[in-house]
């Protein structure tokens, strides 16, 4: 099993810019992949990006691509979510989320297995 702790969320105002980040503990980061999905006020949680064990290969839904970036440092168990652009339609609590046995493009967030707590993030207008 894999603990998962998000940091890093905030009140930014639009175009402006949050590094969210997760650190895993409890076994080996490499083996998982690694994901963020948010959930808005009444909407149901939808992927935004992830990625590969090895970091070689991400993923982004549409409507964040060319503004966020998702990375992982394996050496520091820790995956990251740079954001940039940000718009107020981008405010959500944003959750990581991991996964061993998942092809890491899987954008149905029930087929993911460990979720962070989840991190808020306000982009104002």
């Known amino acids: 099993q894999v603990q998962l702790v998000e940091s890093g969320g905030g009140l930014v105002q639009a175009g402006g810019s949050l590094r969210l980040s997760c650190a895993a503990s409890?076994?080996?980061?490499?083996?998982?992949?690694m994901g963020w999905f948010r959930q808005a006020p009444g909407r149901e949680r939808e992927f935004v990006t992830s990625?590969?064990?090895?970091?070689?290969?991400?993923y982004y839904t549409d409507s964040v691509a060319g503004r966020f970036t998702i990375s992982r440092d394996n050496a520091k168990d820790t995956v990251y979510l740079q954001m940039n652009s940000l718009k107020p339609e981008d405010t959500a609590v944003y959750y990581c989320t991991a996964d061993q046995a998942i092809f890491a493009h899987t954008r149905q967030p029930y087929r993911w297995n460990y979720w962070g707590q989840g991190t808020q993030v306000t982009v104002s207008s």
């Open positions: 990625i590969n064990q090895s970091g070689g290969a991400a």
């Open positions: 409890g076994r080996t980061f490499t083996a998982y992949a």
